[in-house]
């Protein structure tokens, strides 16, 4: 069974950095495009950014040129940094995959998500 795990949410303030990761494991044949989103409190979940197989990247304007994704494909994993961090930016972060496994078929996974506090 495949599982998507993230982790490096914590409190942060305004104008700092946080590094996210997100981690599958299980059987995994091939990932294909991955993506982090945001949810904040009352809040409809957000597209944050994407990174396809071939790493072409796309962004939310709101994070245009603060937060940039990458992934390593050895490790099955996808990473968030995020610089100069914003208030606004507070939210709970998802991050969701595209993966194939046992059944040959393309499967979107979802993690739990990690909380972001931007505060001073």
């Known amino acids: 069974q495949v599982q998507v795990v993230e982790s490096g949410g914590g409190l942060v303030q305004p104008g700092g950095s946080l590094r996210l990761s997100c981690t599958a494991s299980?059987?995994?044949?091939?990932?294909?495009?991955t993506g982090w989103y945001r949810q904040a409190p009352g809040k409809q979940r957000e597209l944050v950014a994407t990174?396809?197989?071939?790493?072409?990247?796309s962004y939310a304007d709101s994070v245009r040129g603060r937060f940039t994704i990458s992934r390593d494909n050895a490790k099955n994993a996808v990473y968030l940094q995020m610089n100069t961090l914003k208030p606004e930016d507070t939210a709970v972060y998802y991050c969701?995959?595209?993966?194939?496994?046992?059944?040959?078929?393309?499967?979107?996974?979802w993690g739990q998500g990690t909380q972001v506090t931007v505060s001073s």
């Open positions: 969701n995959a595209y993966i194939k496994s046992t059944g040959g078929r393309w499967q979107e996974y």
């Open positions: 299980g059987i995994i044949f091939s990932i294909g495009s």
């Open positions: 990174i396809t197989s071939s790493r072409d990247t």
